[in-house]
């Protein structure tokens, strides 16, 4: 697994961030979080694309693996009464060894074109109802799909860090109810993080070095979800499946332009 990343760029090129830098991504961290809590979706892609600004890749990922997984842990806590933990240990079975594999090859995937891939198919599975029960039908149909969508998510993590839009139609798709949902999802995007952080720790990359902005971060992530969840309860099951709809749209055309612009 070592020799993958050493294929790639040597981690540490940045140690430290400004000020100024911190404020913007505790600002992103904050408003993503929020975002997150009452869409569904969201705010992981855009704190990545504001730690893209300054930061390298390989440290991007990482540094947002951590702070997401206390935007994802935190947001589950508070909606614990409504996770579907059966739903959570299928997607997570697999994680780790498809993360494995994603690890070893992570130097072969242009990345742009695998992110326009995952945004172009996000677009279709939420606007072509029928073409995401097929996929569903392919992975096995129903709850079993889980197992599959599971390990293609962590093989995809560690190259592109941005799956998120892929994969939450078939959850919502499987869990028509808004808190059961964004609860879900929350908790099997949790164990997704995790498993890229013990990845990427296990190939050297020195957490420890981006301290201030992990706290940041996690801080303004905690805050911006307990906001969040707040507005979340008080929402319909018919604007929510509005709002999810327009919010992944709208991410998934960001990420083409910026991949296609790149």
């Known amino acids: 697994m070592r020799i993958a990343f050493e294929a790639l760029e040597p981690f540490g090129v940045r140690k430290v961030v ?11 961290a904050l408003f993503g979080s929020a975002i997150t809590a009452v869409a569904g979706l969201g705010g992981g892609i855009l704190l990545l694309s504001v730690l893209l600004q300054f930061l390298d890749p390989l440290e991007a990922i990482p540094i947002h693996a951590v702070i997401q997984l ?52 996000a677009l279709i599975l939420v606007w072509w109802p029928q073409g995401l029960a097929k996929i569903s039908s392919v992975l096995g149909g129903g709850r ?48 997704g993080h995790l498993a890229k952080i013990v990845l990427f720790a296990g190939n050297g990359f020195a957490y420890g070095d981006q301290l201030g902005l992990v706290a940041v971060g996690v801080t303004s992530v905690v805050v911006g979800t307990w906001c969040g969840t707040r507005v979340l309860k008080k929402l319909s099951e018919v604007f929510f499946g509005h709002l999810f709809r327009i919010a992944l749209t709208a991410i998934t055309l960001r990420v083409l332009l910026v991949a296609i612009v790149d």
């Open 18 to 28: 400004s000020g100024v830098e911190l404020l913007v991504v505790g600002l992103a």
């Open 70 to 121: 206390a935007s994802n842990s935190s947001r589950g806590l508070i909606l614990r009464r409504d996770v579907d933990w059966g739903v959570v240990g299928r997607f997570s079975l697999l994680l780790l060894p498809s993360g494995v594999l994603g690890l070893l090859v992570a130097g072969a995937f242009p990345v742009n074109a695998g992110r326009i891939f995952i945004a172009l198919f």
């Open 144 to 191: 079993r799909s889980f197992f599959a969508l599971g390990s293609i998510a962590g093989f995809l993590n560690i190259p592109f860090g941005v799956t998120g839009p892929a994969i939450a139609p078939v959850f919502r798709r499987e869990l028509p109810v808004r808190t059961a949902m964004v609860a879900t999802f929350a908790m099997a995007q949790t164990f």
